[in-house]
DNA sequence: TTTATTAATCGCAATATTGCAATATAGTAA
DNA sequence: TTACTATATTGCAATATTGCGATTAATAAA
């Protein structure tokens, strides 16, 4: 049906999955590991650098910015967009908890 | 399109975007849960777990085997799937290194 | 004002995903 | 053998995603 079932799933269920959603095309890794180098902000240099079009790379900017993993701000003419250093540190640590907390000892196969 | 454009980006890129992917869905997020919670392995009493049809189940199963997350040992008439340790603890790593080396201190916004 | 420039949005086509009923396959039990 | 149980696979409908051209909105420069 193409619908996913999020009813029958906890909260923190479909958030993880949420999270892990909005990281889950190479085109969106490519943006963030692209803001992450640069020390600075950087605005639609990102079209110039992937090969998107301009309006593919601000969907995928937005699918960002609703996640809250970056934020924008108008400067002038362009935006800036940054990551919000407070939910990629929650982030990390909800990923990192995933991986490591609810993880048993599990020896079978 | 619905194609992602696979070609303009590095393997790397492409492999945690997959990775992401694998784990972007509730039911995966549930099933990997369910797997970790008991110290043993578990197989289809997610049917009855979670509130999916078996066919469903089934093909989550897939998509997670087809990542190398689980395995599948078939034991008689069902199979038991486990997580296979070597290839979550490097799949935590990726995603920390991801979290963590690519931060450059980035204060700006 | 007019003209660029930047970025968001709209509308569409192509493709992917989700979910399930039905069926197929494989093993066990009788 | 037949019957049963557990999984996998197939085929389909509904919905979501990806990508982009065209348009729009907003600001800056002339």
């Known amino acids: 049906m193409g619908l996913t079932k999020?009813?029958?799933f906890t909260e923190k269920q479909n958030h993880l999955a949420g999270v892990f959603?909005?990281?889950a095309h190479p085109a969106r890794i490519a943006i963030l590991q692209h803001i992450m180098k640069q020390n600075a902000c950087i605005c639609n240099d990102l079209v110039g650098e992937l090969g998107?079009?301009?309006?593919t790379i601000s969907q995928h900017l937005k699918e960002?910015?609703?996640?809250?993993?970056?934020?924008?701000?108008?400067?002038?003419?362009?935006v800036c967009y940054c990551?919000?250093?407070k939910v990629w540190l929650k982030l990390k640590k909800e990923l990192n908890?995933?991986?490591?907390?609810?993880?048993?000892?599990?020896?079978?196969?």
């Open 21 to 23: 959603k909005a990281l």
């Open 64 to 78: 960002l910015k609703n996640t809250g993993i970056i934020k924008g701000n108008i400067e002038g003419t362009s």
């Open 83 to 85: 990551i919000d250093e």
């Open 52 to 55: 998107l079009a301009q309006a």
């Open 6 to 8: 999020s009813e029958i």
């Open 97 to 109: 908890a995933f991986f490591t907390d609810d993880m048993v000892a599990n020896k079978c196969c």
